[in-house]
Structures are given as structure tokens and as C-alpha cells.
């Protein structure tokens, strides 16, 4: 992901410096223009705003508590995947020592940054966001969810929640038709999928009580988990099935 926010910075005209963990690993970056630096404060000092992109919480810590005294009176943008209380806490360390902050979620896989789809969420002052926004804007849609550092991270995580628990149903619709030694494949392309795209606006839409009724729901899904148990699948896979049953049983209490 940082190769690719590199790489994009770099085709929209931006002097972009470098630095990776592993030494040597920008050479197609150095190639095309970037400075690799060899520290992180070469890096930090090269200009006033700082993206970092690293694997979690703990390698930004480590990697920024050397060079702290650098970022002091710049901005630090962090689009590295964490909790909301990750960010919130990495935001009053990082004003202690007089760092403009704000943090990021990426929407987007690395193909995907610098193109129409991609989104980054960023949290933090307003007035912040506003001023490093066109700077950002190569790279994806910018948008801003709060003055709360922790709301970036909190909607990039909900968000996320929201595709694996979509992987988590196709994965056992999957299972349940291989299962029954249905065509994978055919069912895949002509059923799930028109099907799924049919009922995704469904899911945002406010459902009349009377055509969603819950106990006949309920109904519903305590089906779908007694077919899945008479087919063998792994109960685990239908995990999500279990979790909503539960909300519509306790809804019908």
C-alpha cells in the first residue's frame, strides 16, 4: 500500500521522499523519481507533511519515537490500519510534542489508490484537513468524519466488518451448494451474485415492518440452519446466520 501511495504522488507531480524498513525496497520508486531517505527523520524533514503507511500501531511508534523531535510544528498524516483508541491515543502523544495530526483509513485496495473508487477517511481539526486536502487528493477521494481522530479508524473498521461479513455469507452459500454437489460456479454467476446485487440497496433502505416481518425472518433463518446442519457444513460458516437469529429472536421477545 505505501509503494502504491508513493507511486501515485509521484504521478501527480509531487516531490516525494522515502523510506521503507527493509532498506532497498523503493529502488522502483528511487527509479522514478522519489528521494529514498535513510532514516525516518530524513525522510520527515524533507517536507512539512509526513504520510505514513506501516503495518500496525505498534511499527508507527517505533518508527516516530526517534525522530518525534523532527515532526515537532509539522503534519503527520497516518494511513496505517488501527483501532479508534490506537488513534486517539498516537493523537495526544503526538500533541505533547507540538504535531499536527490526522488520521486516516484507507478504502481501497493498492490497484485501486489513485483511481475514481478509492475513498480515504481522515479525522482530526477541520481546518487541518481542509489545508493538506488538495495535497491528499491524488491519491483518492478525501473524506473527512469527524474532528475525533478516532472516528477514521472506527468507520474504516465498520466498514471492513461490513465486506468480511459479506465474504462470510458467500463463503457458506458456497459451502452449502458444494455440500449438496450443486454446480459452484453456475450458482456463483447466475444466482448468488444477481442476487446479492439485487438486495445490497435493499440493506440501506428503510424496510416497511409490515413486508419484513421478524418472526417470519426469524423463521427463515432457523431454516437456512438446519439445511446448512443436514448438509454437513461446518457450523462456523454459519456463524453470521446463528448471530442474526439471535437479533431477530430478541427483537420478537
Same mark, same amino acid.
Given at each position: 500500500m505505501g509503494r502504491a501511495l508513493a507511486s501515485t504522488l509521484l504521478k501527480a507531480g509531487h516531490e516525494v521522499t522515502v523510506w521503507n524498513r527493509t532498506p532497498g525496497k523503493?529502488?522502483?520508486? +528511487?527509479?522514478?523519481?522519489? $528521494?529514498?531517505?535513510p532514516s525516518p527523520e530524513e525522510a520527515i524533514e524533507a517536507s512539512d507533511l509526513t504520510i505514513a503507511c506501516l503495518l500496525d500501531d505498534a511499527s508507527v511508534r517505533e518508527t516516530l519515537a526517534p525522530a518525534i523531535g523532527k515532526l515537532t510544528g509539522r503534519t503527520l498524516v497516518n494511513l496505517t490500519s488501527g483501532s479508534a483508541r490506537q488513534a486517539r491515543e498516537?493523537? *495526544?502523544?503526538?500533541?505533547?510534542? /507540538? @504535531?499536527r495530526f490526522l488520521a486516516g483509513g484507507i478504502l481501497?485496495?493498492?490497484?485501486?489508490?489513485? %483511481?475514481? !473508487?478509492?475513498?480515504?477517511?481522515? +479525522?482530526?481539526? $477541520?481546518?487541518?484537513?481542509? $489545508? @493538506?486536502?488538495p495535497a491528499l487528493a491524488p491519491l483518492a477521494r478525501p473524506h473527512w468524519v469527524g474532528e475525533d481522530h478516532g472516528y477514521a479508524a472506527l468507520y474504516d473498521m465498520g466498514a471492513l466488518s461490513g465486506m468480511y461479513g459479506m465474504i462470510a455469507g458467500v463463503s457458506h452459500a458456497a459451502a452449502l451448494v458444494h455440500a449438496e454437489g450443486g454446480d459452484v460456479e453456475t450458482f456463483t454467476r447466475e444466482v448468488l451474485q444477481p442476487w446479492m446485487e439485487q438486495m445490497l440497496p435493499l440493506m440501506f433502505a428503510d424496510v416497511d415492518p409490515d413486508e419484513s416481518n421478524a418472526e417470519m425472518q426469524a423463521t427463515g433463518l432457523e431454516t437456512m440452519i438446519s439445511t +446448512?446442519? !443436514?448438509? *454437513?457444513?461446518? /457450523?462456523?460458516? =454459519?456463524?453470521?446466520?446463528?448471530? +442474526?437469529?439471535? !437479533?431477530?429472536? $430478541?427483537? %420478537? =421477545?
Open positions: 523503493a529502488g522502483d520508486l +528511487s527509479a522514478r523519481g522519489a $528521494r529514498e531517505a498516537l493523537a *495526544g502523544w503526538l500533541e505533547k510534542h /507540538g @504535531v481501497a485496495v493498492p490497484p485501486a489508490v489513485g %483511481t475514481d !473508487e478509492a475513498v480515504i477517511l481522515y +479525522s482530526g481539526p $477541520r481546518d487541518l484537513f481542509d $489545508r @493538506v486536502a +446448512s446442519e !443436514e448438509a *454437513g457444513v461446518p /457450523g462456523d460458516l =454459519a456463524g453470521h446466520l446463528r448471530a +442474526s437469529l439471535w !437479533e431477530m429472536r $430478541r427483537a %420478537t =421477545a
